[in-house]
């Protein structure tokens, strides 16, 4: 595709289910980006992926966040049993390489609302 | 406390106006800087990048400035339009230069008539 996509745009669950959410990154980028935006907060760092490997997960808040990349193409990002506090934007990225000069690009994100 | 801080928290200027946004950061090291406009409910879009090496980058009527001395940068708008109403972001790569980026918490502008 042309860009960066995300789905689903908006997710609502309540508390102590699952969610996944999916990006679908640039075709031909290698790198692939996870970031959780909160509400009058920046966006935080989760997780990094070159190809399928991710050399970079520390931004992950705790082991109820896992995600993983198939076939250097898909990621999918899940949560589970969802904690109001996890309610905020999850922004993947893609850029054509790991190298800092590599411009990000963005996808729309995802809005997850935990009840 | 954040490595990468934003002034002011928020601006409304006239349109046609010109404005300023400011960026302290205390990333080290880091390999460069950029600046991203964030539309409500959209993605970040890449307006500047800089490495450490340069001072100024302009893409239309935006101009980011660079000091890496200071660990100082501004986004300059001018001639400012209805559409440039949008979250500033400044985010610096690092720290660790490399892929990571630590990103401020943005300058909300709105442009009014």
């Known amino acids: 595709g042309a860009g960066v996509s995300q789905s689903p745009s908006n997710k609502v669950t309540e508390k102590g289910k699952d969610v996944e959410l999916r990006c679908d990154p640039i075709s031909g980028h290698t790198a692939l980006y996870w970031y959780r935006q909160s509400l009058g907060q920046g966006l935080e760092f989760l997780i990094y992926?070159?190809?399928?490997?991710?050399?970079?997960k520390s931004g992950l808040p705790s082991d109820r966040f896992s995600a993983e990349r198939t076939g250097g193409s898909v990621s999918t990002l899940t949560i589970q049993r969802t904690q109001q506090e996890d309610s905020a934007v999850y922004l993947c990225?893609?850029?054509?390489?790991?190298?800092?000069?590599?411009?990000?690009?963005f996808g729309p994100g995802t809005r997850l609302t935990v009840l | 406390k954040n490595q990468v801080e934003q002034s002011p928290q928020s601006l409304i200027i006239l349109e046609g106006k010109n404005c300023t946004l400011q960026?302290?950061?205390?990333?080290?090291?880091?390999?460069?800087l950029r600046w991203y406009k964030q539309d409500t409910g959209r993605g970040p879009v890449s307006l500047t990048i800089m490495t450490f090496s340069e001072n100024t980058k302009s893409n239309g009527r935006y101009t980011a400035t660079l000091d890496a001395d200071t660990k100082q940068s501004s986004l300059h708008i001018t001639a400012s339009q209805l559409s440039d109403s949008a979250s500033y972001i400044c985010v610096v790569s690092g720290p660790g230069g490399g892929n990571k980026l630590t990103f401020g918490t943005g300058t909300q502008l709105k442009v009014e008539l």
């Open positions: 990225a893609s850029s054509r390489g790991p190298q800092g000069g590599n411009e990000q690009f």
């Open positions: 960026c302290n950061y205390t990333v080290s090291p880091f390999s460069n």
């Open positions: 992926f070159q190809g399928n490997s991710a050399p970079d």
